[in-house]
């Protein structure tokens, strides 16, 4: 038991020299596979899987060093030299104020988005642009509800309870639309593209969106407050569709090799997967919401 523990420590723990020697050589061999190589074949699976291992490792190291003394005093210098700001010190410890901010910023580029994808999916008959810039309008719909309850700065639950009821009935509406993207990308092939190497800058940041959303979910529940959770829930069905996206650039950019069959046994796949997890959430948020409404009537008479 004692040589399996020291045997996965050694995997798992390697020196930084050894961490940074990996980190090279995934990239090295990563270069080679989608440069020279090809993506299928061997040589192409082993860069996969060490890639793989090379990113596990260094992300264990990153976790494990922010604890250290010397990444702990940068943080409290960063973190004073901000706080010394008012609006910055606000955004650090008023949660309502972090996200109204939050949600005028999406507000924002969500608004923009969908416009821009409206215009280029007329402009080209794009059917796919514009259901997703459909999808898009109903993300910004939902912003604007709980934003106007954020603006009245109040704290009356019952009222907070139905904003978040209705952007459950909203997300329902969401996945009408998100199973026609599916069927769209299966019939039509349509979906997106990324030049050269701008697919792996993508990739991360949606990954990294992706993760973000998530534990943000999760730490909304403590603040108890269904507006909070709303938006946060809001950002999830956001990073879905961006998965979701990424997934066709990536089977168009890799997966030309792999045939139909491939593309759309992993589409339906993920898009199912998807439309699942979007119809567990509004049905949550609508029971939740309805029940404590219930519950709130009769407290009060």
Not at 12 to 35: N, S
Request: net charge positive.
């Amino acid at each position: 038991m004692e040589r399996a523990k020291k045997v996965i420590r050694a995997v798992l723990f390697p020196k930084a020299a050894v961490i940074v020697l990996c980190a090279v050589l995934a990239a090295i061999l990563l270069i080679y596979t989608f440069g020279f190589y090809g993506t299928s074949g061997w040589i192409a699976y082993v860069s996969y899987v060490f890639s793989a291992y090379a990113l596990v490792i260094v992300c264990i190291r990153l976790w494990s060093m922010k604890n250290s003394a010397a990444v702990k005093h940068m943080k409290d210098t960063v973190l004073e030299l901000a706080g010394q700001n008012p609006y910055v010190s606000r955004y650090r410890t008023d949660i309502v104020f972090k996200t109204k901010i939050s949600l005028l910023l999406s507000l924002a580029l969500n608004t923009g988005y969908a416009v821009l994808k409206f215009a280029a999916g007329i402009f080209y008959g794009s059917a796919w642009l514009i259901t997703l810039a459909a999808y898009y309008t109903l993300l910004l719909t939902m912003r604007f509800l709980l934003l106007l309850h954020i603006h009245r700065n109040t704290r009356d639950m019952a009222a907070e309870w139905r904003r978040c009821r209705a952007c459950g009935v909203v997300l329902l509406f969401m996945n009408i639309i998100l199973t026609g993207m599916v069927i769209l990308v299966l019939q039509r092939g349509e979906g997106f593209a990324y030049p050269g190497y701008l697919i792996y800058g993508m990739a991360l940041y949606d990954f990294c969106t992706m993760t973000m959303a998530i534990v943000n979910l999760v730490k909304s529940r403590k603040q108890k407050s269904p507006v909070l959770t709303a938006a946060k829930v809001i950002n999830v069905a956001a990073a879905l569709i961006a998965m979701l996206s990424l997934e066709t650039a990536m089977i168009t950019q890799f997966g030309a090799e792999e045939g139909e069959v491939f593309r759309h046994t992993m589409i339906a796949s993920t898009g199912g997967g998807i439309c699942a997890v979007m119809v567990v959430m509004a049905v949550l948020m609508i029971a939740r919401s309805t029940k404590n409404i219930k519950e709130l009537k009769l407290q009060n008479g």
